[in-house]
């Protein structure tokens, strides 16, 4: 089939620049560019939240819609200003909230997350299968536990063609609910069986979604390895391990027009890859900015996460008495868990001239920090793909990582046999634990002093093809396999 007859319906909680809590969105807005250009016909089906509705242009209602969950309410098709296709779920009764999609503003869990996501993806299934709307799609791509029950749902409807694709970002979102709101999903009793949806006595949505669709991906070969063991499958090891033939790793990109030093209107200074003394100017505007001491010899790391155990951050708390001592600066953006939030607050108080902590989420700040920063900590404890390391590469900043998933499959340690072949690209370590992070933070301030390694660490850095061209085709090549 020619890719240009292709039809894929994303169905996905976020997308970036219309809503966004993290990597998935960053996804969800750059791929379906890259398969447009390679000739496929993409369209994103999101949630109606208020911001999504409000962001989109060329606004119309495709179709009215009803669910006896969710109450009355609307398909509305329009596009995003980097135009992608959207079909938001206007239903204003489960959708008209803001803020976090998933979390009150406590980091409660929202009440109704289980009705929310179920409508949205009953409404999906039957828009790809031609029962809502005119058109059918050959392909569903659905992304996390949000919309990992359409391929569920679409099992359960006989007439269509219609493959399923689940993209796992994160296995540790499982959409679990207990076990009493099975029955509201309208699924066949058969589908609550250790097969399919139930899991420990509860319903896991990410279970059904492994269990019934087509294919699973997740965002990297490593990642793809580690969910189907003991430890990393997190409860699912075995039944990933049983749907090994249909499980692949395809590595995540980078927006180049989102992410690119040239052109970026949020850094201080634009500056090309290679353009060493560009960078330094935003490394001395960036000191100023934050309130640091301005000391262009100061190696400068950042942090831009989510404070949680996952990203290791707890381990880096205990570091900052560290870093002073060498030298060093720390300049963190993120939330999170209160105690690591917390810790690095403290921190900041006791060293305010070295280490600046801005807690919440700052769009504009994070592109800063990626300028103006020598290194980036990300000492994740499991990593599905990681961005913050691809974006940081464009803007020549050196990734310090944890060596899991992505991580592992995007930066190059600077062992003593890369250094030497000239192709290293950060820091590894591992196991992930105090006592490594520390050798990789001496590890990386000792590569530092030595202007020369350093400067081809920049180099080598900057010349990474961190966009979404190979990754695009490879997820062409699945829908093409599946639809044939
Ligand atoms: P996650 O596990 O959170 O999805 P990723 O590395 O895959 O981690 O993606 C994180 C994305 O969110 C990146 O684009 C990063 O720049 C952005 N990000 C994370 N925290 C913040 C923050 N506090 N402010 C702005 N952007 C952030």
Redesign the pocket.
């Known amino acids: 089939m020619p890719a240009k007859s292709l039809k894929v319906l994303f169905v996905a909680s976020e997308c970036y620049p219309l809503i ?5 969105a ?1 996804v969800v807005g750059a791929l379906p560019r890259a398969l447009t250009a390679l000739g496929v016909d993409v369209t994103v089906m999101l949630p109606g939240f208020p911001d999504v509705l409000s962001g989109l242009s060329e606004k119309s209602t495709l179709a009215k819609v009803h669910s006896d969950h969710g109450g009355n309410g609307k398909l509305v098709k329009g596009v995003t200003c980097s135009g992608v296709n959207i079909i938001a779920l206007d239903l204003p009764d489960l959708f008209n909230i803001s803020g976090n999609p998933y979390q009150e503003a406590s980091g409660a869990d929202r009440a109704n997350n289980h009705t929310r996501y179920a409508v949205f993806s009953r409404i999906a299934a039957d828009l790809a299968r031609g029962e809502i709307g005119r058109k059918t799609y050959d392909i569903v791509h659905a992304h996390d536990w949000q919309g990992a029950l359409v391929p569920a749902f679409l099992k359960t409807e006989p007439d269509h063609d219609v493959k399923t694709v689940l993209t796992i ?2 296995l540790a979102f499982q959409g679990l609910f207990p076990k009493a709101i099975f029955g509201s999903l309208g699924l066949p009793g058969i589908f609550y069986s250790p097969s399919g949806l139930e899991y420990w006595d509860k319903v896991s949505y990410l279970k059904g979604g492994i269990a019934y669709s087509d294919h699973v991906t997740t965002v990297s070969p490593s990642y793809a390895l580690e969910i189907q063991s003991d430890d990393g499958g997190m409860g699912f090891g075995g039944m990933l391990r049983a749907k090994s033939h249909a499980l692949s790793g395809i590595l ?1 990109g980078v927006d180049l027009d989102v992410w690119n030093p040239e052109t970026d209107e949020d850094i201080f200074y634009s500056f090309a890859a290679s353009d060493i003394k560009g960078k330094a100017k935003n490394k001395t505007a960036l000191q100023k900015s934050l309130g640091l001491r301005v000391d262009a010899k100061a190696p400068l790391f950042c942090v ?3 404070l949680t155990t ?2 290791g951050l707890d381990l880096l708390a205990n570091m900052t008495d560290f870093l002073v001592l060498e030298g060093a600066q720390l300049a963190l ?3 999170g868990d209160n105690a690591i939030e917390q810790a690095f607050l403290d921190a900041a108080k006791k060293h305010p001239t070295e280490i600046s902590v801005t807690i ?4 504009p ?2 592109h800063k920090l990626q300028a103006g920063s020598d290194a980036i900590f990300i000492p994740s404890r499991f ?6 390391q691809l ?1 940081a590469m464009r803007y020549g900043t050196v990734p310090v990582v944890g060596r899991v998933g992505g991580l592992n499959d995007t930066i190059i340690d600077a062992n003593p046999m890369a250094l030497t072949d000239g192709v290293a690209t950060g820091v590894h370590f591992h196991p992930i634990d105090g006592h490594n992070l520390y050798a990789a933070i001496a590890r990386t301030l000792s590569l530092y002093r030595d202007g020369k390694v350093w400067s081809k660490l920049v180099d080598n850095c900057f010349e990474q093809s961190v966009g979404w061209e190979s990754s695009a085709k490879a997820y062409l090549a699945l829908y093409r396999g599946l639809v044939n």
């Open positions: 966004k809590t993290g990597g998935l960053d970002h994160n995540n831009i996460s989510r996952q990203k953006l993120g939330s919440g989420y700052n769009e700040l994070a990593e599905p793909c990681g961005l913050t974006c």
